[in-house]
């Protein structure tokens, strides 16, 4: 089983910066691509970015893109978001997701791993 952990929501005001990190544990960490999601209030879950394996291919939804940086460390066992220029459309929990195919793929079905997730507040 892995073990999935979130860190780093909080609350910002638009514009501003949050950096959200993924402690993995359990299993080999770099067997796993890895995603990020998030579910605003209301609303279903939705993709936010992915990575793979080796960090060899990277995929972002449209309305990050530019702004959102996805990155991992397999020698630390972590995986982590760099969210810049935040939006309130931005706020909602967001949860990292373990894909045991490897490739950087966009829906949440292809993942077999979550985190309990972390609250992003974007205020405006």
């Known amino acids: 089983q892995l073990q999935l952990v979130e860190s780093g929501g909080g609350l910002v005001q638009a514009g501003g910066s949050l950096r959200l990190s993924c402690a993995a544990s359990g299993r080999p960490f770099s067997n796993y691509a890895m995603g990020w999601f998030r579910q605003a209030p209301g609303k279903e879950r939705e993709f936010v970015a992915a990575?793979?394996?080796?960090?060899?291919?990277?995929n972002y939804a449209d309305s990050v893109k530019g702004r959102f940086t996805i990155s991992r460390d397999n020698a630390k066992n972590t995986v982590s978001l760099e969210m810049n220029s935040l939006k309130p459309e931005d706020t909602a929990v967001y949860y990292c997701a373990a894909d045991n195919f490897g490739g950087a793929r966009r829906s949440e079905a292809d993942y077999d791993y979550w985190g309990q997730g972390t609250q992003v507040t974007v205020s405006s």
């Open positions: 990575i793979s394996r080796w960090s060899g291919t990277i």
